[in-house]
């Protein structure tokens, strides 16, 4: 019950965030939000290990969520801002390698700071991690000179706001829709991600050891799909990237899900591992290209909110047909539904006069 909380903190924070970040995200200097989001993030974990009450844990943790709920569209529009359209897709594949690296070596790092310290010992060092990227971040570029901000949000600006988002996506019928059913995937391996351990010890029938090596196989598959993307994003496609990556992802959950043995599991989460490097590193780069820059921060949060609140909703019904029937039942139904909606992703991105939206100064021969 208290993993099952803290996996429900995450959405719930981005939903009382995400309404109305937009609207402050897109009217300041974005570099300034993240430094400050940053300052506050480090500031409230290091204070966690003051706390010996779950609730008051729960409540920074929250807290925190908050922040890195803010923070995410933040750096999305600064980085789109930054990084020439040229430029994003090799920018993006390298952010991947980056982000896959930290996901396997950050647990090294923690795991030895328990080690040879305490857990305080390594909640401190990811404290001061904050204020590091806090640094590094003070030595980037301002790209807002022409953003003056406003007195203070309102909430008849944020219903403006809204209401530009759904006129924009009214007229980007397209772009909406392939962003929409990416991220419907994405929710649904985060609802699948807090069955894993109880899938993985009921049915695979893992030790704790054994489990521990399964989560570094996935490691290791996304290590492995960052660096085949990083090293071939000048020939691949955008749209191949998407559709194909995405697919792949949602074919490595039916592996995982209809397995009975370690063997089957480690295959299902090498190959949907491996296949999202692509499928994150094509989405990422479809809508910063195709996504207006004076409103992305609005939208992305916007879409943050309804992603959020499916995402509970997912989480829930699954960990009650876990509880009804098995988990089992609720992981190869949840991988089913996920490659069906794969499945139309695939389809819309292959649509031939859709070409314009997947343009890629890279390979010369697409010519848009």
């Avoid at 790092?109 to 305080?120: N, R, W």
């Avoid at 807002?144 to 006129?167: Q, T």
């Amino acid at each position: 019950m208290a993993v099952a909380g803290l996996y429900l903190l995450i959405p719930a924070a981005a939903i009382l965030t995400s309404f109305w970040s937009g609207s402050f995200i897109d009217r300041f200097d974005k570099r300034r939000i993240m430094i400050g989001l940053d300052v506050i993030r480090a500031v409230f974990v290091a204070i966690i290990p003051l706390f010996t009450s779950l609730g008051l844990i729960y409540l920074f943790v929250f807290l925190i969520n908050m922040a890195s709920s803010f923070f995410h569209p933040t750096a999305t529009t600064y980085i789109t801002k930054l990084v020439p359209e040229k430029r994003r897709k090799r920018f993006n594949s390298l952010h991947n390698l980056m982000s896959s690296g930290a996901f396997v070596i950050g647990p090294a790092i923690a795991g030895a700071l328990v080690f040879v310290g305490s857990p305080d010992l390594a909640i401190y060092m990811n404290a001061l991690s904050f204020l590091l990227s806090a640094l590094v971040l003070s030595l980037l570029p301002g790209m807002d000179d022409d953003v003056n901000g406003v007195d203070r949000l309102s909430v008849r600006m944020i219903k403006e706001d809204w209401k530009a988002v759904i006129a924009f996506s009214r007229k980007a019928v397209y772009v909406m829709a392939v962003y929409a059913l990416f991220e419907i995937v994405m929710v649904f391996t985060a609802a699948l991600d807090s069955t894993e351990v109880v899938f993985t010890r009921r049915v695979l029938g893992l030790s704790e050891s054994s489990y521990g090596i399964l989560v570094s196989v996935a490691g290791v598959g996304f290590i492995a799909g960052s660096i085949c993307v990083t090293l071939f994003v000048s020939i691949l496609p955008l749209r191949y990237l998407i559709g194909t990556g995405t697919l792949m992802t949602a074919t490595g959950y039916v592996i995982y899900a209809l397995s009975n043995s370690f063997l089957g599991g480690s295959i299902g989460v090498f190959v949907l591992s491996f296949a999202l490097a692509g499928a994150n590193t094509g989405f990422i780069t479809f809508y910063q290209n195709n996504l207006p820059i004076e409103i992305m921060g609005r939208i992305v949060s916007t879409v943050s909110v309804f992603q959020s609140i499916f995402q509970i909703v997912l989480i829930v019904a699954i960990g009650s047909i876990v509880e009804i029937i098995s988990v089992q039942f609720a992981v190869v139904t949840g991988s089913f539904l996920m490659l069906f909606m794969a499945i139309v992703l695939i389809s819309l991105t292959a649509m031939p006069a859709k070409s314009k939206y997947f343009r890629d100064s890279n390979i010369a021969t697409q010519g848009h």
